[in-house]
């Protein structure tokens, strides 16, 4: 039957990995059904029967790279070489697939390096990183049309107007309650 080596990644998991380790964090693993691989780790179960837990507790898993091979031996043994190649990722979760987590290095490697890697995981890893999801930068501001501008600035003008008025009321009572006498607008 034929076999999938695939790399998976979420990218609540990359957002994550960034801020933690300053790399990519992706998944390895071996399957059958990549499609139904990817739905299982998201914590779905492809059959619609029972619970199952996300991967590392993240529920938007895709799967960016496979690789089809002839059995499933083949198939972890490409999963192990990647999994050697590359450090683990501690995502303070255990269970199962966790242990199949590693970091890819960033900057991402050169084809001088790429080339240095073994040669059954170079096409793994190029599809891997060009597929990936890029985690969130700093955003430019959206631009704001003149007219909401203004419609801002009324809104502005206006909640500036009520916290005056709140703050003369306040003033009034607190003196009127000192002279003995209370009065409210």
């Known amino acids: 039957m034929t076999h999938y080596v695939y790399i998976a990644t979420s990218p609540t998991l990359l957002d994550w990995s960034g801020r933690t380790h300053g790399c990519p964090a992706v998944k390895v ?5 990549p499609a139904d691989r990817e739905i299982w780790l998201s914590g779905r179960n492809p059959r619609g029967v ?4 996300p991967c590392a507790g993240y ?23 990647f999994k050697t190649a590359f450090d683990p990722a501690n995502v303070g ?24 890697l073994h040669p059954l995981i170079r096409d793994l890893y190029k599809m891997a990183r060009s597929r990936m999801h890029v985690p969130e930068r700093e955003r430019d501001e959206p631009y704001v049309s003149d007219e909401e501008r203004e ?31 209370y009065y409210e607008d």
């Open 29 to 33: 693993g071996e399957s059958w059904n």
């Open 50 to 53: 029972g619970f199952v837990r």
């Open 59 to 81: 529920s938007d898993w895709k799967v960016v790279a496979e690789k089809k091979v002839a059995s499933t031996d083949e198939g972890l043994e490409i999963e192990a070489i």
């Open 93 to 116: 979760r255990t269970g199962s697939g966790e242990t199949d987590i590693v970091l890819l290095p960033e900057p991402a490697l050169s084809e001088e390096k790429i080339a240095g």
């Open 151 to 181: 419609a801002q600035r009324d809104v502005d003008v206006h909640d500036a107007d009520r916290r005056d008025d709140r703050g003369e009321n306040q003033d009034r009572s607190d003196r009127d309650q000192e002279d003995g006498w």
